[in-house]
């Protein structure tokens, strides 16, 4: 009963507050990003601020309620959790259901709710690779047994997700996949093949859709249209290029006067970056850089094999969004429409990202 108290109420700071701190620099980052957007199309300058608090207290909440659960409550959830997640999935194309935005239909709407059902379907798979893993271990090398049934069920989500059309999420779950079964002890040669096999797939799905197309030529070649294709990353590199060493100050973003567009979403580090400049960016990177190490370390020494890929899934998802995210608005990957965990506005991504670090919390406790 005291070991039951004391993990009730131990937390490993070393999760909890670089979490916190990420969580208070983002909202103070989405108000200074959205307050003139906002009070120009929707009159009311502290819109999106009001929504990401809201949905910052109901992650905070689940965070808690996550880390208090007790351990059994992990392994009777998975398949649950698989099956909700699945449907989600396919209530995006049933008319009624599925909201389309900019060509894509990733969000389902309920009661004036929008849910992103990509990201619970990431905690859903974490969740079932690692009780697949850890209950099928003897079997990790066998083609059939070992890989062929994890590889189904994610492919059965990722076909799900690429018909959004999401390719971004798609090709992270991908690597996520492929991480997570070579550190499961999976054969380099069976990994290695699936990887060959993937890439004309990827190369045929980007050559089938002409906006992937424009994207990649704007990557490649930003300045042959910088008023079309490359807008968005040259107004990011001029927003980290007026950042200098300590910024132009909190709140006096140029960038985010109707130049970069949604500067409170997929590219807020880009006006982190100008308003706080390099100082203010070194700061989020150490944080998130503690968060990944911790996460390790947390999968490392937990009690038994289930938490330990449960815990490394999770970490790596997180790492994977955050180098993405970065990557993109320095301009080192294709433009994809990827939130930066914690930081960026998105009510789906916020709560997935905080239940996941309960779920780390959870684990660091039974240690």
């Known amino acids: 009963m005291a070991e039951g108290n004391q993990e009730r109420f131990s937390y490993d700071f070393m999760l909890l507050i670089p979490t916190l701190l990420l969580l208070s620099i983002g909202l103070v980052a989405i108000f200074s990003a959205s307050s003139l957007l906002a009070e120009h199309k929707l009159g009311d300058g502290y819109f999106y601020l009001k929504r990401q608090a809201t949905?910052?207290?109901?992650g905070l909440c689940f965070m808690i309620i996550v880390k208090n659960a007790p351990a059994y409550f992990y392994a009777r959830i998975v398949y649950p959790l698989l099956g909700i997640s699945f449907l989600l999935l396919l209530l995006l194309f049933v008319p009624g259901f599925g909201v389309r935005v900019g060509g894509a239909c990733r969000w389902i709407r309920v009661a004036g709710?929008?849910?992103?059902?990509?990201?619970?379907?990431?905690l859903?798979?974490?969740f079932y690779i690692a009780y697949a893993l850890s209950k099928n271990g003897a079997n990790v090398g066998s083609f059939?047994?070992?890989?062929?049934?994890?590889?189904?069920?994610?492919?059965?989500?990722?076909?799900l997700i690429v018909l959004q059309p999401d390719l971004g999420t798609t090709v992270i779950l991908g690597c996520w996949l492929l991480l997570i079964l070579f550190v499961a002890g999976v054969s380099l040669l069976h990994l290695f093949s699936l990887l060959l096999l993937s890439v004309p797939l990827l190369i045929y799905l980007v050559l089938k859709a002409d906006y992937r197309l424009k994207r990649w030529w704007a990557f490649l070649n930003p300045w042959d249209d910088p008023q079309g294709l490359g807008f968005q990353i040259i107004h990011s590199f001029l927003a980290f290029g007026s950042g200098g060493i300590l910024g132009?100050?909190?709140?006096n973003s140029k960038q985010k006067l109707f130049y970069l567009p949604e500067p409170h979403t997929d590219f807020i580090l880009s006006i982190v970056a100008e308003e706080l400049g390099l100082a203010g960016f070194a700061l989020i990177l150490v944080l998130f850089g503690i968060l990944i190490v911790r996460g390790i370390r947390v999968a490392l020494s937990a009690p038994d094999l289930y938490s330990t890929y449960l815990a490394l899934s999770i970490t790596i998802f997180l790492g994977l969004q955050v180098l993405v995210n970065m990557g993109v608005v320095l301009g080192l990957l294709p433009?994809?429409?990827?939130?930066?965990?914690?930081?960026s506005y998105g009510g789906s991504s916020l709560l997935i990202s905080l239940i996941g670090i309960g779920i780390l919390l959870n684990i660091s406790a039974r240690r």
């Open 55 to 58: 949905f910052c207290l109901l």
């Open 113 to 122: 709710i929008s849910l992103q059902p990509s990201e619970p379907a990431k």
């Open 124 to 126: 859903a798979l974490a």
């Open 144 to 159: 059939f047994r070992g890989l062929m049934p994890h590889l189904f069920v994610a492919a059965a989500f990722m076909a």
């Open 248 to 251: 132009v100050g909190l709140g």
């Open 335 to 343: 433009t994809k429409g990827l939130t930066l965990p914690f930081i």
